[in-house]
């Protein structure tokens, strides 16, 4: 993909910078900003969601060029983050999890902190985590987590699949599973985020669906990650820990592994309200609510607040009058939600909880 298509003539590129920027240029190196200022304008508008407009990016390029993020006009990374969907996550997104959720105080701890007060961190020796799991059952929130630590990072974000690295093909996986690896040691100010990890790095022992070389694959791609001084991070999340080959959970590989689930009241009633917010509602008693929800993972709270807005807006269009979320239209709506965890579940993520964490 060719992200610099029509170059202007020179002359045309100092006229151009000249009307956005009121600087006048020699043409020879117009034309040479100019293809910085368009790559500029990809990366601006990626972090504000928005197409940010030529005129803007070339303000904006100009008065910063001094100040710039040297590595972020970088040709090629740039290249390299548009082939990979590099996306920019919202800061807002990492207010959306409670404080009292034991996996946000572990990651403002370990991860976030050392990143950010990186002096203390160096007078104290400490080095942040490069490398992480989150295991924990499905809809516990994994996947927001790896969001949210990218939007409160303003870091690129960059989500992986298995399904994609196998998409020319299973016996490609290795192959594209290298590649990526190659490309993620290349860039900065990153999270890569490979979802559905046992899919990968399933145990060897029990190795069928994926040949055991791709495990090895990644064993020998994790520390060449590790050794490059950048500043990046790769995530990796899986709803089935114990599927994982031991040889991954060692020590060494990845830094730290972290569970994400059993939400308490707290957390239940912060995705609650977060959601809540933005329904048409009435008089709706939260904690109640809260209180009946225990076994409902995040995802599944979220279905059924889609499902009583659902309902609102039916009755509404029926009646034609104004139909506010109550406490009463919840209650209707609970039994019609299966929760996602059960006893058994909660059982066996508290094994592997004891069994496997570590940061
Ligand atoms: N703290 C949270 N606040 C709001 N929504 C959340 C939160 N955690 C998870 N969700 C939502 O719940 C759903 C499931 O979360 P997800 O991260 O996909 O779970 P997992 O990756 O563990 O399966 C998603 O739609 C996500 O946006
Ligand atoms: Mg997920």
């Given at each position: 993909?060719?992200?610099v298509s029509d170059i202007p003539h020179q002359e045309d590129?100092?006229?151009?910078?000249?009307?956005?920027?009121?600087?006048?240029?020699?043409?020879?190196?117009?034309?040479?900003?100019?293809?910085k200022i368009l790559q500029?304008?990809?990366?601006?508008?990626?972090?504000?969601?928005?197409d940010v407009g030529t005129s803007v990016a070339c303000l904006d390029f100009i008065e910063n060029i001094e100040t710039m993020h040297q590595d972020l006009h970088d040709a090629e990374g740039i290249q390299l983050l548009k082939e990979l969907e590099a996306q920019m996550v919202d800061q807002?997104?990492?207010?959306?999890?409670?404080?009292s959720q034991p996996p946000k105080q572990i990651v403002n701890k370990r991860i976030i902190l050392p990143l950010t007060a990186v002096e203390l961190a160096r007078k104290h020796s400490v080095i942040p985590p490069r490398t992480i799991i989150f295991f924990g059952p499905p809809g516990t929130g994994k996947t927001h987590f790896v969001r949210a630590i990218a939007g409160i990072l303003q870091w690129w974000y960059v989500e992986v699949s298995p399904s994609d690295l196998m998409a020319d093909g299973e016996d490609r996986l290795g192959a594209n599973?290298?590649?990526l690896m190659e490309k993620a040691r290349n860039l900065d100010e990153v999270v890569f985020f490979i979802d559905e990890f046992e899919e990968i790095a399933g145990s060897r022992d029990h190795a069928s669906r994926i040949d055991k070389s791709i495990t090895n694959e990644f064993l020998k791609q994790v520390p060449l990650l590790k050794r490059e001084g950048r500043r990046n991070l790769l995530v990796c999340a899986t709803n089935y820990i114990r599927q994982l080959d031991a040889a991954l959970l060692r020590p060494g590989r990845f830094d730290c592994i972290i569970p994400v689930g059993g939400l308490d009241d707290q957390g239940r009633r912060t995705i609650f309200e977060h959601y809540l917010s933005n329904t048409n509602r009435g008089n709706v008693d939260v904690d109640k609510i809260v209180s009946m929800i225990a076994l409902f993972t995040p995802a599944d709270i979220e279905y059924l607040v889609q499902k009583v807005r659902q309902v609102a807006?039916?009755?509404?269009?029926?009646?034609?009058?104004?139909?506010?979320v109550t406490t009463e239209t919840f209650l209707e709506m609970i039994p019609h939600v299966p929760p996602t965890l059960t006893d058994e579940i909660i059982e066996e993520f508290k094994q592997?909880?004891?069994h496997y964490t570590r940061y």
């Open positions: 993909m060719e992200i590129c100092s006229r151009l910078i000249f009307e956005c920027s009121g600087h006048k240029v020699e043409p020879k190196m117009a034309a040479e900003l100019w293809v500029h304008k990809w990366v601006l508008s990626e972090k504000l969601g928005r807002s997104v990492w207010e959306t999890i409670s404080e599973l290298k590649t807006f039916e009755r509404e269009y029926l009646k034609g009058e104004d139909y506010p592997d909880c004891a």
